[in-house]
């Protein structure tokens, strides 16, 4: 199964991703940095700086990925019981992609509307692409 997350709401796509690894099947997420968190532009981004600036050295942590695939990634992997066996078998079944690579040019991407940004009554939300540029990753 390939998906498309742009215009998504991570949260509920992260869990029907989820939900769909556990149960034993194989999902790709493509263009993972137009995947979209709902909230106040300013006070989402002011919150995931906050997150990024904490800490005293760099080598203790927290660790946050500054990549939109892995920053998709790490937010599926907060739907998994992913210290337990069943968890880590499903969290191998999921990868996430920053644009639509060259394999699954000529494969059917789904996109479900249920989970699309329109369906929000107010459209304050942001892209994970700009949140991750925020936090000095590469996209």
Request: with cysteine; proline share 5%.
């Amino acid at each position: 199964m390939i998906i498309n997350a742009s215009d998504m709401i991570l949260g509920r796509l992260a869990s029907y991703v989820a939900k769909k690894a556990l149960l034993g099947e194989k999902v790709d997420v493509v263009n993972c940095e137009k995947a979209v968190l709902t909230g106040n532009r300013k006070s989402v981004l002011a919150d995931y700086k906050r997150r990024n600036e904490r800490g005293s050295r760099p080598t203790k942590g927290p660790f946050m990925p500054k990549m939109p695939d892995r920053f998709v990634r790490r937010c599926i992997r907060g739907m998994l019981p992913y210290k337990q066996e069943k968890g880590i078998k499903a969290f191998k079944r999921v990868m996430c992609y920053i644009e639509i690579p060259d394999e699954f040019k000529d494969k059917q991407i789904e996109t479900i509307d249920d989970f699309n940004v329109s369906k929000v009554p107010s459209l304050k939300y942001v892209y994970i692409g700009e949140i991750c540029k925020l936090m000095k990753g590469r996209k």
